[in-house]
């Protein structure tokens, strides 16, 4: 669709929620949820349709006099797909949300949703700029460097000085490493060298024979959700996890969804990270358990991403009274905070991104199986790029 076809059918959307809309359309809002059904990051994808779901199993379709529907669009981890996807769910849809997951898309996608004002929810990207993209994205997922910052003052503090960091080819992980080596080296510590991996189908194995050889105390490496299986297999493949060099990173190498399958690999390993299936609370426990039962895996970061988002939006409708101009939406979403399987978590007002706190965790064996148990907390924490670009 050309950008004048797209105007004009923004504007009939715009002209039938302002009036002659049917008893059906007054009556019913769609979220279209964007996602990585399949390609490289469709762990990602999978683990948010899963998550929305149950959240509306267990809360109900109505939410202030609307009835809800949810719409999945499968943009195959492919930034042209989701923008185009994100087009069709408005004009030809209605939907009155959108939820945006991976970087590359989201970024695609900003200008759509700026364009049409659809309030969007971020529920995967992990990158610092994408809720700069538009004023009308909210994130509910995580950013990068809020983990990567903590985990590099943490691997200071225990005696780390020399890493190396392997790190996937893309966004997220460009600003995993950015944000490490800043920290890093502020507290004295130096990053050897810098790895890209690339982000669709990975061998890790000649960059961690690279790594090793550079006799490195300490190896950050940032994966995306649906690689640390792999990751972890080829580590112990090269004799990495018997070597005395201490792996860290952000959560995603430690994945919830991966590490049952593996073994004692990772023991001891030491990440930030925002998300553990063994955070112990009430509200976890209960959320892990019905998304086993739902879907046969464990829950992971991701998953609350979309379990949230979908929080977000049932609370924003329950303020505005089920009205949906974006203006309305976002203002009722900026600074709301709430309790998330993850622990605390809110909207910061100015900036639309997430805070929520960061946990050290280590993997320990429990029941048989590998866990990431938190050792210890760091509150409410913002994104460290927009803190920094704001002084
Ligand atoms: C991202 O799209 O920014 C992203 C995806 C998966 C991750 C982390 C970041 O595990």
Known sequence: ????????????????????????????LKIGIVMPMTGPNAAGGREIVDAAKLYMAQHGDTVAGKKIELIFRDDASIPDNAKRLAQELIVNDHVSFLGAGITPSAMSMAPIATEAKVPTVVMISGTSVVTDRSPYYVRTSFTLGQQSGIIANWAIKNGSRKAVSVLSDWAPGAE?????????????????????????????????????????????????????????????????????????????????????????????????????????????????????????????????????GMHLIYEALKKTGGKTDADAVIGAMKGMSWESPRGPMSIDPRTRDIVQNVYIRKVEKKDGQPWAVEIATFEAVKDPLKEAAAK
């Open 1 to 28: 669709m050309d950008r004048k076809a797209f105007i004009a059918a923004c504007c009939a959307i715009a002209a039938t929620a302002l009036g002659g809309g049917g008893a059906g359309a007054q009556d019913t």
């Open 176 to 308: 995993a490493g950015k944000v490490f080596e800043m920290n890093f080296v502020k507290g004295g510590g130096q990053v050897l060298e810098t790895l890209k991996v690339p982000l669709a189908n990975p061998d890790f194995a000649p960059f961690l024979q690279r790594a090793a050889d550079l006799h490195p105390d300490t190896l950050f490496v940032f994966v995306p959700a649906g690689q640390a299986g792999t990751f972890a297999r080829q580590f112990a493949e090269r004799g990495l996890d018997k070597s005395g060099i201490k792996l860290i990173g952000p959560g995603d190498i430690v994945d919830d969804d991966d590490l049952p399958t593996t073994g004692d690999t990772l023991l001891g390993v030491v990440t930030a990270g925002f998300y553990s299936a063994a955070h112990p609370s009430p509200l976890n426990k209960a959320y892990v358990a019905a998304y086993q039962k739902a879907t046969g895996h464990r829950a992971n970061f991701i998953s609350v991403g979309g379990y949230d």
